[in-house]
């Protein structure tokens, strides 16, 4: 049945109502794919449940390594690993005056001032980092669920009224045969009151495909064929973008990181210092017996800009970056915001008027209902009656629907987790 509705939804118009005279008109349904609600479930349950579904996940896990490696790093006994030095020297190829020479060391490098701090400042810049792309990308699947979630709250919306509009036009289709087969109404009332009816049927199989579209693009979001029963919002009392924000918290993290990745490179823009320990056993030239020595080198690298220059370059490139987007969040942020509250205050606005509306259709409504079943009116007029009654209903429910929605958007847009 989907891929029939498929069809439908493509076809030219005649081709559409060739099809559907072809079949019985009862309410189209595609029930191969089906949400079921859920009381348990709420809307925080979701968006969790979505986090943990998220591909990014296996990048935090591997950003936990890095983070468990920087700890590693800096609180290690020496700034880099030692080496051991094996060596021995003749003069079998030379003089050959039966000079032997064997030397063992070990080269161990030396902590260098505020090192230690530097390197503990970055682990623990690298770990905050972590935690707040863990929170940013919660709010960020947080949005992407609200939005699902509200899209198919709007659908269903049109479904149901899609359903009472045809199950309207069938009353209205079996009351018009009655009366022309008691020769009240001609026959054009009623091929006019059955083309009302497969139009009906024609909305109703094209709002249900959306649904079940929407309903799919939710189960792949979240991995859930579950929704919860309610998941309306509490508008938040936060009138301002502050940085408690995850998407800043974030970026001041990063900022955070590059800042300690720039002061820990001017500590280390020269290699760090060796302390070289060795025993020597030798034997000098025409000598029979062996000398043997113990002795201590100490090695100092020099800096160099060959060495420093890019390193700091490279530093101050990613502070710079950090800071753009941080700037570059913060007016998305701010855009964003506004523009939720001004949709806010637009659809309560809006409702007021398209209150009235709605009332005013539905008592014409009954109206026309009443003067076409007398005969004062004819079927055109009581048509035109409910297609401005059902406008007007479709009008209200869409705008409630749209006020949950964006009160969504502005919890949304403020940073608060459901």
Same mark, same amino acid.
């Given at each position: ?8 939804? #493509? ?19 595609? /029930?191969?794919?089906? +949400? ?18 998220? *591909? ?25 690993? *030692? ?109 006019? @009151? ?11 199989? #094209? ?60 500590? /280390?823009?020269?290699?760090? *210092? ?32 060959? #060495? ?9 490139? /990613? ?11 913060? +007016? ?7 523009? @939720? ?78």
């Amino acid at each position: 049945m989907l891929f029939f509705g498929c069809i439908i939804m #493509r076809a030219p118009h005649s081709l559409v109502l060739t099809l559907l005279l072809l079949l019985p008109i009862t309410s189209p349904a595609d /029930e191969s794919f089906k +949400l079921e609600r859920n009381q348990k479930l709420s809307l925080s349950d979701v968006v969790s449940q979505a986090v943990a579904h998220h *591909p990014k996940q296996r990048v935090f896990k591997a950003s936990s390594g890095v983070v468990e490696a920087r700890n590693l790093q800096a609180s290690g006994l020496l700034p880099a690993a *030692p080496a051991v030095i094996f060596g021995h020297q003749n003069d079998v190829v030379g003089s050959n005056r039966n000079l032997n020479q064997w030397e063992v060391g070990l080269e161990l490098p030396v902590w260098m001032p505020d090192q230690r701090a530097a390197r503990e400042t970055m682990a623990r810049g690298v770990k905050n980092e972590l935690e707040s792309s863990r929170n940013s990308l919660a709010l960020d699947v947080a949005g992407q669920v609200r939005d699902a979630l509200w899209s198919i709250g709007m659908l269903d919306g049109d479904v149901a009224l899609a359903e009472s509009q045809y199950q309207t036009a069938q009353a209205l289709q079996g009351d018009v045969e009655k009366r022309w087969q008691a020769g009240e109404l001609a026959k054009t009332d009623v091929m006019m @009151a059955k083309n009302i009816t497969l139009g009906a049927s024609t909305i109703l199989l #094209r709002v249900k495909a959306e649904l079940q579209h929407a309903e799919h693009r939710y189960w792949m979001l979240t991995g859930l064929k579950e929704l919860p029963q309610s998941f309306a919002e509490t508008l938040n009392a936060k009138e301002n973008i502050d940085d408690t924000h995850p998407w800043l918290v974030e970026a001041n993290s990063k900022t955070e990181v590059a800042n300690g990745q720039r002061d820990l490179v001017r500590i /280390e823009r020269r290699e760090n *210092p060796q302390v070289l320990i060795n025993a020597r056993r030798e034997r000098g030239a025409f000598d029979q017996l062996y000398n043997d020595s113990v002795g201590v080198s100490i090695r100092v690298p020099l800096d160099a800009q060959v #060495r420093s220059a890019p390193m700091l370059a490279s530093a101050e490139m /990613e502070i710079a970056q950090a800071m753009s987007e941080r700037e570059r969040r913060r +007016l998305l942020l701010v855009s964003a915001f506004h523009e @939720a509250k001004h949709n806010l205050e637009t659809i309560s606005a809006q409702l007021i008027l398209v209150e009235q509306q709605h009332k005013l259709s539905q008592d014409g409504l009954q109206l026309a209902r009443k003067s076409f079943s007398l005969g004062e009116s004819d079927l055109v007029s009581l048509l035109r009656s409910q297609s401005v009654a059902y406008e007007a209903e479709r009008a209200l429910t869409s705008l409630r629907t749209q006020q949950q929605w964006n009160i969504a958007r502005y919890n949304q847009a403020i940073g608060v987790l459901p």
